[in-house]
């Protein structure tokens, strides 16, 4: 069992920051890819980015490419997601996963825990 806390969502203004961290608990951290999706009112969840257990791989969706930045501190067992340049469309609540494959993917299906989520408002 691996249990993931979300933190740092809150309140932004268009083209503001925030970083998200997600700190995991329970079996060894280092031994899963993590990924953080995101969920919009009135849609389905959505893969955001993915990062492999070592953090020399990472994965964006299209819509984020270039603003977000996900990356990994396996000593702090803590997966972080640094968000630049938000649009209010990037308002959602945001979950982090762990996945014990290594074979990247962005289907929610192939992970194995998941966080509680933390909101994140966006305003223009």
């Known amino acids: 069992q691996v249990n993931l806390v979300e933190s740092g969502g809150g309140w932004a203004q268009a083209g503001g920051s925030l970083r998200l961290s997600c700190v995991a608990s329970g079996r060894t951290f280092s031994n899963y890819a993590m990924g953080w999706f995101r969920q919009a009112p009135g849609k389905e969840r959505e893969f955001v980015a993915r990062?492999?257990?070592?953090?020399?791989?990472?994965y964006y969706a299209d819509s984020v490419k270039g603003r977000f930045t996900i990356s990994r501190d396996n000593a702090k067992n803590t997966v972080y997601l640094q968000m630049n340049s938000l649009k209010p469309e990037d308002t959602a609540v945001y979950y982090c996963a762990a996945d014990r494959s290594p074979r990247p993917t962005q289907a929610m299906g192939a992970y194995d825990y998941w966080g509680q989520g933390t909101q994140v408002t966006v305003s223009s």
């Open positions: 990062i492999s257990w070592s953090g020399s791989s990472t």
